[in-house]
């Protein structure tokens, strides 16, 4: 049986203002119209004979991972945390240190979890062509049939065929200019890197502490300092924090002589920008790929997204617009790799708009901050059934709030009581407070914040059932 190793970190910039630092591309349907890039890579498996997936993210992506994995029926996944993120090479050791002391050292299936796929049978039947591979001790890497001399993505060149299938990596290359992928598409022997891997655990263990040892040894202790918190597996911090930065490609794959190709052609692609996600989807008459309230008139080639109103295009060619509730990004197709330049820039100017999107997800519900000025700030909060906030108290803001669907259960100082539609409540400024949803439907409540500060960190939390830390978000 495979065991899955989804990689959810990242934070893909290059697809803002959809991918946020906080609710990143690998958390959203942009490929598809019900699923997650996340939840896609799961059920791409359905079929094969396969675990329960591990993921592994980023320690602010945890919530939005496990909500996931609960709407597949798969909340008994375990989900490593990374508190920082060190490359491939240190997350898939996690993953292969785990799986060797609590799952009898299966072989590991290592997928990223922003991959589109578009021919799944495909893609199983490599899969299936890697196993006898792995099994005899192999590391397998999957490589992409190119279909056009591609700049963007490292290559590997292949050696000799095996009995067994597949082919012997000959060598790993860089991401090449023009002219050299031009000549490594007509040459039929080069394949596009797809960091995609199969190996048994132990094995990809053993080459790590032939190549890499020093990180090897930091996630051993990381793990040893470990703590399971649900179905969290939270590393020590300070430790892993001290491991060095390496891709699974510097650290093992260019090093081992054990490296096999097994190709793969399944109409593959990484998004990694907007123009790759138009190439990908399906495109009218013009061209063009219209998503959510859109009208154009005489627009060629373009790709408009529409998040929460009317957008509108007349007479232009080859742009990529994208209105989010609170951004809109206008860039012509040809530029697309610099949208990271844009998020550096909202960064380095002190905003909030590259961390996440006016809508925030939170493991109770969310909230939409609708309205705020000087003084005050408006969020339409979403409960769910049986779930609450955090018991926490405020020193600079107090809250008013409005229930206009379902009932909450409020705790206010030492008291504690029902709040029900067109009914509302005041929690004073430095007060101990708590909101939960008692019934079965989701509540819903208008929530005016006002004071002199305002802003997310102003929380001080003293219980809370998701294992937060005591000072830091928001509920």
């Known amino acids: 049986m495979l065991l899955p190793v989804i990689m959810a970190g990242g934070s893909g910039s290059r697809l803002w203002p959809l991918s946020?630092?906080?609710?990143?591309?690998?958390?959203?349907?942009?490929?598809?119209?019900?699923?997650?890039?996340?939840?896609?890579?799961?059920?791409?498996?359905?079929?094969?004979?396969?675990?329960?997936?591990r993921l592994i993210c980023n320690e602010e992506h945890r919530f939005l991972a496990a909500e996931q994995l609960r709407q597949l029926d798969m909340e008994e996944a375990n989900i490593l945390l990374e508190p920082v993120g060190r490359n491939t090479a240190p997350a898939i050791a996690l993953a292969a240190l785990t799986a060797v002391e609590q799952d009898d050292d299966p072989i590991m299936l290592v997928l990223a979890a922003d991959h589109l796929i578009h021919d799944v049978d495909a893609f199983q039947l490599s899969i299936k062509a890697a196993l006898p591979q792995a099994e005899a001790g192999k590391l397998v890497t999957f490589g992409i049939v190119p279909s056009k001399p591609e700049i963007g993505y490292g290559y590997i060149e292949q050696g000799?065929?095996?009995?067994?299938?597949?082919?012997?990596?000959?060598?790993?290359?860089?991401?090449?200019?023009?002219?050299?992928?031009?000549?490594?598409?007509?040459?039929?022997?080069?394949?596009?890197?797809?960091?995609?891997?199969?190996?048994?655990?132990?094995?990809?263990?053993?080459?790590?502490?032939?190549?890499?040892?020093?990180?090897?040894?930091?996630?051993?202790?990381?793990?040893?300092?470990?703590?399971?918190?649900?179905?969290?597996?939270?590393?020590?911090?300070?430790?892993?924090?001290?491991?060095?930065?390496?891709?699974?490609?510097?650290?093992?794959?260019?090093?081992?002589?054990?490296?096999?190709?097994?190709?793969?052609?399944?109409g593959w692609s990484d998004i990694g920008a907007w123009s790759a996600l138009w190439e990908v989807s399906e495109k009218n008459g013009d061209g063009n790929v219209l998503k959510g309230d859109v009208i154009q008139h005489d627009s060629n080639n373009c790709y408009i997204h529409a998040d929460s109103s009317l957008v509108t295009a007349v007479g232009v060619d080859d742009l990529v617009i994208v209105q989010t509730l609170d951004a809109v990004l206008v860039a012509h197709k040809d530029k697309v790799q610099e949208v990271k330049?844009?998020?550096?820039?909202?960064?380095?100017?002190?905003?909030?708009?590259?961390?996440?999107?006016?809508?925030?997800?939170?493991?109770?519900?969310?909230?939409?901050?609708?309205?705020?000025?000087?003084?005050?700030?408006?969020?339409?909060?979403?409960?769910?059934?049986?779930?609450?906030?955090?018991?926490q108290m405020h020193?600079?803001?107090?809250?008013?709030?409005?229930?206009?669907?379902?009932?909450?259960?409020?705790?206010?100082?030492?008291?504690?009581?029902?709040?029900?539609?067109?009914?509302?409540?005041?929690?004073?400024?430095?007060?101990?407070?708590?909101?939960?949803?008692?019934?079965?439907?989701?509540?819903?409540?208008?929530?005016?914040?006002?004071?002199?500060?305002?802003?997310?960190?102003?929380?001080?939390?003293?219980?809370?059932?998701y294992g937060r830390a005591s000072e830091s978000g928001e509920g």
Not at 343 to 372: A, F, K, L
Request: charge should be negative; hydrophobic fraction near 35%.
């Open 341 to 391: 330049k844009i998020v550096e820039q909202i960064s380095s100017d002190g905003r909030h708009e590259h961390m996440n999107h006016r809508e925030v997800y939170r493991p109770w519900g969310e909230y939409d901050s609708i309205d705020y000025g000087e003084r005050y700030k408006v969020k339409r909060i979403t409960v769910k059934p049986g779930a609450k906030l955090s018991v």
């Open 20 to 53: 946020r630092q906080l609710n990143p591309k690998q958390f959203l349907a942009v490929t598809d119209e019900k699923y997650s890039m996340l939840q896609s890579t799961i059920l791409r498996l359905q079929g094969l004979d396969v675990a329960l997936p």
């Open 395 to 465: 020193h600079h803001r107090a809250e008013h709030w409005v229930v206009v669907n379902g009932t909450a259960k409020v705790t206010n100082g030492e008291e504690t009581y029902l709040v029900s539609e067109n009914e509302s409540t005041y929690i004073p400024i430095g007060q101990v407070h708590a909101l939960e949803n008692p019934g079965v439907i989701p509540l819903e409540l208008i929530e005016v914040q006002s004071g002199t500060y305002l802003d997310e960190d102003d929380i001080v939390r003293f219980e809370d059932r």
């Open 160 to 266: 000799d065929a095996l009995e067994q299938g597949g082919f012997e990596v000959s060598r790993f290359v860089e991401k090449p200019d023009l002219e050299t992928a031009q000549e490594y598409l007509s040459s039929g022997s080069y394949y596009w890197n797809s960091g995609m891997f199969m190996f048994r655990a132990s094995r990809y263990l053993q080459e790590l502490e032939a190549f890499s040892p020093d990180i090897l040894n930091t996630c051993r202790d990381a793990l040893k300092g470990s703590s399971q918190d649900m179905h969290f597996t939270r590393v020590d911090d300070a430790i892993f924090s001290t491991c060095p930065a390496d891709s699974i490609d510097y650290a093992v794959m260019e090093k081992t002589a054990d490296a096999v190709m097994v190709p793969l052609d399944a």
